[in-house]
T-cell receptor
Framework: DTGVSQNPRHKITKRGQNVTFRCDPI?????LYWYRQTLGQGPEFLTY????????KSRLLSDRFSAERPKGSFSTLEIQRTEQGDSAMYLC????????????FGPGTRLTVL | GENVEQHPSTLSVQEGDSAVIKCTYS??????FPWYKQELGKRPQLIID?????GEKKDQRIAVTLNKTAKHFSLHITETQPEDSAVYFC??????????FGTGTRLTVIP
């Protein structure tokens, strides 16, 4: 499968625990985006990488959230001290270096915080 | 930019009829407008997009129109089929390097 992949697909955790999600973009894509989607809403931008550089972060992204893309390929999103309000679908997307090129989405990781 | 309004939030049409979904944006720097279809429990998938140097684009039963002066763009689906039933999201892209999505339209095509 040459599309964007994400793991795990589902994660249930207790409030206060840390969680980490992984995104593997399409191999030739050097832009990688993280979005969060709650029920009935469109995806909301969280952060994006150009290669290994994190170039932009949304003000939605609290300091409990951190994202990395150490080698410019896969990326991880970590949430520390999870809260119930963090429950959502976390979507990853990738695109080529052209800013307005198509963003292809992964299947998402659904996080449930109990 | 950061304010994309999408209407209607729900839309029901008879099979074979047309469906139109409209979005407005606020940032005059927006230059790229994709439309995504999301079926229940699945990832958003691009169905059509338009760039700011074009007023209309068509792909089989799907078309998108863009009015830069009025800052709105619309998705048109003709000859709707039950498999068109899904949530549709518009988005715009500015120099901020990310997409801002509308709140979605749940389209139901009644057989």
């Amino acid at each position: 499968d040459t599309g964007v992949s994400q793991n795990p697909r589902h994660k249930i955790t207790k409030r206060g625990q840390n969680v980490t999600f992984r995104c593997d973009p399409i191999s030739e894509h050097n832009r990688l985006y993280w979005y969060r989607q709650t029920l009935g809403q469109g995806p909301e931008f969280l952060t994006y990488f150009q290669n290994e550089a994190q170039l932009e972060k949304s003000r939605l992204l609290s300091d409990r959230f951190s994202a990395e893309r150490p080698k410019g390929s896969f990326s991880t999103l970590e949430i520390q001290r999870t809260e119930q309000g963090d429950s959502a679908m976390y979507l990853c997307a990738s695109s080529s270096s052209i800013p307005t090129d198509t963003q292809y989405f992964g299947p998402g990781t659904r996080l449930t915080v109990l | 930019g950061e304010n994309v309004e999408q209407h209607p939030s729900t839309l029901s049409v008879q099979e074979g009829d047309s469906a139109v979904i409209k979005c407005t944006y606020s940032d005059s720097a927006s230059n790229y407008f994709p439309w995504y279809k999301q079926e229940l429990g699945k990832r958003p998938q691009l169905i059509i997009d338009i760039r700011s140097n074009v007023g209309e684009k068509k792909d089989q039963r799907i078309a998108v129109t863009l009015n830069k002066t009025a800052k709105h763009f619309s998705l048109h689906i003709t000859e709707t089929q039950p498999e068109d039933s899904a949530v549709y999201f518009c988005a715009d892209f500015t120099g901020a390097n990310n997409l801002f999505f509308g709140t979605g339209t749940r389209l139901t095509v009644i057989p």
